[in-house]
């Protein structure tokens, strides 16, 4: 619970953001208690920040430095507190600026989460509870997929729509942890850290070549039939943080799936494979060998065949990705229909809440099986805390030679147990193996090794985000973004934009009103009008490929004093020039598609009309907190490369230092890709784990 004094400012913020939950209205609702749920739920260090935010924003001295009265927030009269939120969303200190965004995100995501927000925009909520409202949205019958004449890969199926049995298959129970006095302790050939596209195909890999493997994961396995398809409470259950994960300046919210599955669980479905001449570019740049074109065409090929990657029909795309292809293809520019990893999609558009039709085939519906089916010991809800490298002569390293396959040095994983439902530790577990592969992601990875004394170097450096923003369409008519296949189409006309070959691409996204909410500009009557244009709004999202600055490291995941990643990030001049030429793309196809007007996600901005509107673009802020930026491909922190102080592994992907430490997760990418980075990351661990057993490595 919030001090009294806080939740007064919480209440008084809240109060001139989301008048509408206040007024007694349809849309009342108590929404300070709804947001203290949710903060029950969210991790310990993001609540002690709020709560130093509002005391701050509650402050005698904070009112009279940002707006000359000594009267705290609660007593201002409406107009003052109005008048002095205006100055925090700009004001030059940046401290100003992180209080009011973090404490306006958090308000907007929780509010527009809540049914009592639905009816006011129009959000027909979960799909599980109605029937398909829209030609976009449900199964296209025996929709076939051009030249594959299997039917089993139809997308979708075209089975029978039945809205509350549609649960998809259940994902097979995980391996029981054993009581032990003192904590469990296990011994393996091999402990995987991490179930995500990584480290669950990196688990399947080395299980099925017959070694004897534990997979580790922090998150809870999580059933089709809890995948409940709605937003707020799917948000604080998947995603890193509760959803409240970023960067330290809170500039750049980071979408991370936090569960077994990892960003697989929750990511969009589009799959593409890294560009030839960015796996040119690292092997010319980083001298890495081994992961060029032709060397990672087999692992591609394997991917898409056990993720079921397949094109998207024409006939099944929603109106966001008809527009996008038709605005670029107007406009003279590359667009193309693009595949996704599913089997049977019903087009719900709750990809982003998980799959609970079975469709999406992540990694916790193929890999997790197929390596529990090998033999694999799967355990979920366990956080490594460090890893310990042991003698290999003694009685310990003599006690588990019998089983090794490799001279590898021992290694000691621990970890904590947790429960389930709080988080909170419940237990120990310790697992010894010689080969030990963090696959956690790219806070995790480098945070795991930090505090084992196994970072310096390219550790927790070089973080690539491809960082994201949207530009919104409004339609005369319908468009009803939520439903529907998030993402079939792409323009990747500028992916080689800048004279460093670097540059952006441009997506649809899903249209959900808690980070709709988020991403619209303005509080109170301004931000209600926008949120009242939901079904007629279309997002398009613009990605920079950045690094474009090169040798320079944009951003950092570092260890903090009190054990909390540490996640600090700018855009580069280069990547900045890239992302306005990007949002100026972006309105130039919606405008060509015919929308009646566009809208940037920036704190002080109006709407243009026309492209010769488009210019002005130019003449407003990009700095942080200016123009809403997100992540959901966060990667680089431990890159391969042939210098230990520039990259975390070498070109096996093995520790450097470390024999028999291995990185296979998004931290191993040299440089941001420029495409989805799914299937790059999953085809990088295949490569992985087949060339460590090839090698007689594990």
Known sequence: MLSASNRAVLDAVARRVVPQAFDGGPGSVDLIARIEDRLAHAPPDRVRDLERGLTVLGSRT????????????????????????????????????????????????????????????????????????????????????????????????????????????????PTPLPAARGGARLTADVVVIGSGAGGAVAAARLAEAGRDVVLLEEGSLIAPDELTEREGDMTSRLYAEGGMRATDDLAITLLQGAAV???????????????????EEWAERFGIAGFGPADMAPAFARVEQEIHATPVPDDAHSPPNRILLDGAHHLGWRATTGRINARGCVRAGFCGQGCRYGAKQSTDRVYVPRAMAAGA??????????????????ARAAATQGTRRTTAPLKRVRATILDRLTRRPVGALIVEAPVVVVAAGAVGTPVILQRSG???????????????????????????????????????????????????????????????????????????????????????????????????SNGSV???????????????????????????????????????????????????????DIAALRDRRWGPHDLTLFSAHVNGTCRMGTSPDHSGTDSTGQRHGVRGLYVADGSLLPTGLGVNPQATIMAMATMVADRMVAAGRV
Do not use: K
Request: net charge positive; with cysteine; glycine share 10%.
């Open 62 to 173: 904070a009112a009279l430095l940002v707006s000359g009265t000594v009267a705290p927030f609660p007593r201002l009269s409406a107009d003052r507190q109005d008048a002095m939120l205006a100055r925090w969303a700009t004001s030059p200190v940046g401290v100003a600026r992180v209080v009011f965004h973090g404490v306006r995100r958090l308000i907007l995501a929780v509010y527009y989460s809540l049914p009592e927000s639905f009816a006011d925009i129009g959000y027909l909520g979960p799909l599980l509870d109605r029937e398909p409202s829209y030609p976009w949205e449900g199964p296209v019958a025996g929709a076939a997929v051009p030249n594959v004449p299997d039917p089993v890969a139809r997308i979708p199926i075209g089975a029978p729509w039945s809205p509350r049995s549609a649960v998809g298959p259940m994902i097979p129970a």
């Open 261 to 279: 599955g990892g960003g697989t669980l929750v990511n969009w479905m589009i799959t593409f494979r890294a560009p030839d001449f960015v796996l």
């Open 377 to 394: 010991r799967v355990m979920p809800d366990v956080r490594v805390d460090r890893i310990a490298l042991l003698e290999r002569d003694g």
């Open 454 to 552: 196994m970072g310096g170097g390219g550790v927790g450096r070089y973080l690539r985000l491809h960082p994201t923003t949207a530009v919104a369409g409004e339609h005369t008519s319908d468009v009803y973004a939520a439903a529907g296949i998030p993402q079939s189409a792409v323009c990747d006309q500028f992916l080689r934009h800048d004279d460093n070959g670097y540059g952006f691409w441009i997506e649809c996204a899903p249209h959900h009103p808690a980070l709709a909410a988020v991403a619209a500009v303005g509080i109170g009557a301004e931000h209600q009008e926008l949120m009242r244009r939901f079904r007629r709004t279309t997002n398009l999202i613009v990605l920079v490929r950045d690094g474009s600055d090169l040798d320079a």
């Open 558 to 612: 570092t260890l903090s004093r009190n054990g909390r990643p540490r996640i600090t990030y700018r855009l580069g001049v280069r990547d900045r020039a890239n992302l306005v030429a990007g949002v100026e793309a972006a309105a130039r196809i919606l405008l060509a598609a015919g929308v009646t007007g566009v809208r940037t996600l920036h704190t002080n901005g109006g709407e243009l009309r026309t492209n010769g």
